[in-house]
């Protein structure tokens, strides 16, 4: 069992920044690719962006590549998602993810997952 719990999301204004953190607990964490996906009202929820188990393979949904940073902290067991330049249309809720998968774009595959953190890009 791995817990996590994400953090950071806000009310911010178009073309502002913030950073989301997952905490992860229960389970050695440097073992788990990372994912960050998000899911507004009425959509089906969609990959944002993905780490590998050692951190030095990211990828990114083309809506957001040049603009969002993902991240991890292993001594820390932490993972992050540094967003820049936010629009509207990032409105969502934002949830963090763990797998053994290398198709980090698949949810399906994510055996953890967190309860979200709300962000909200006004206009």
């Known amino acids: 069992q791995v817990n996590m719990v994400e953090s950071g999301g806000g009310l911010v204004q178009a073309g502002g920044s913030l950073r989301l953190s997952c905490a992860a607990s229960?389970?050695?964490?440097?073992?788990?690719?990372m994912g960050w996906f998000r899911q507004a009202p009425g959509k089906e929820r969609e990959f944002v962006a993905g780490l590998n188990w050692r951190g030095e393979s990211t990828d990114y949904a083309d809506s957001v590549k040049g603009r969002f940073t993902i991240s991890r902290d292993n001594a820390k067991n932490t993972v992050y998602l540094q967003m820049t330049n936010l629009k509207p249309e990032d409105t969502a809720v934002y949830y963090c993810?763990?797998?053994?998968?290398?198709?980090?774009?698949?949810?399906?595959?994510?055996?953890?997952w967190g309860q979200g953190t709300q962000v909200t890009v006004s206009s």
């Open positions: 229960g389970r050695t964490f440097s073992s788990y690719a």
């Open positions: 993810a763990a797998t053994r998968s290398p198709f980090l774009r698949v949810g399906g595959v994510y055996e953890y």
